[in-house]
């Protein structure tokens, strides 16, 4: 409502970011950081998640969630595989990144969606947690890209296609 350095309550949109009219501060749009985990079972088939909340409750989506402040991506990936579905992570990797729009309360946050491969060090303890309403295996061949909750999801999934 304020701008944090002159108080002023009188802001204008200009291009990427937020201007006070009174002192000029600029605050940048810049998008935020979300990571999820490509994970094959032995038999070569993906792991998924059913999404327990919006945006796109009930939809299937890699594993993930948002960086907090002071995390590597790759630290992103252990937590947050570890808060959804119990697992710890081996031989992480990158795959790919992607742009993406996460509307959550009515409000569009940009995101970049960065996406890793890895193996579960043991499948014994797996079990949807935070925010999973199930968690399903299912081979790559059969995943509907459709059915995948986030256009970035859709991406990722090509390149497994095409690397895998």
């Known amino acids: 409502r304020y701008c944090p350095v002159c108080g002023d309550a009188r802001f204008y949109q200009r291009g990427g970011a937020i201007v006070c009219a009174a002192c000029g501060y600029e605050h940048f749009l810049n998008p ?5 985990v490509l994970i094959a079972d032995p038999q070569g088939r993906l792991l998924l998640i ?11 989506a ?8 002071g995390e590597s991506a ?17 031989g992480l990797k990158y795959l790919t990144s992607h742009p993406n729009r996460y509307v959550y309360r009515e409000i569009i ?5 960065l996406f890793f491969t890895a ?3 043991s499948l014994g303890p797996l079990r949807a947690l935070d925010d999973v309403d199930g968690i399903e295996f299912l081979p790559v061949d059969t995943i509907r890209p459709a059915e995948l909750a986030f256009d970035s999801m859709r991406h990722a999934l090509a390149c497994w296609r095409t690397t895998s």
């Open 32 to 36: 935020v950081v979300a990571v999820a």
């Open 50 to 60: 059913r999404r327990q909340r919006e945006p796109a409750k009930g939809k299937l």
């Open 62 to 69: 890699f594993p993930g969630g948002f960086a907090e402040i």
């Open 74 to 90: 790759e630290a992103v990936a252990q937590r947050e595989i570890r808060e959804e579905i119990n697992l710890e992570l081996e």
């Open 109 to 113: 946050y940009s995101t970049i969606d």
């Open 119 to 121: 193996r579960a060090v």
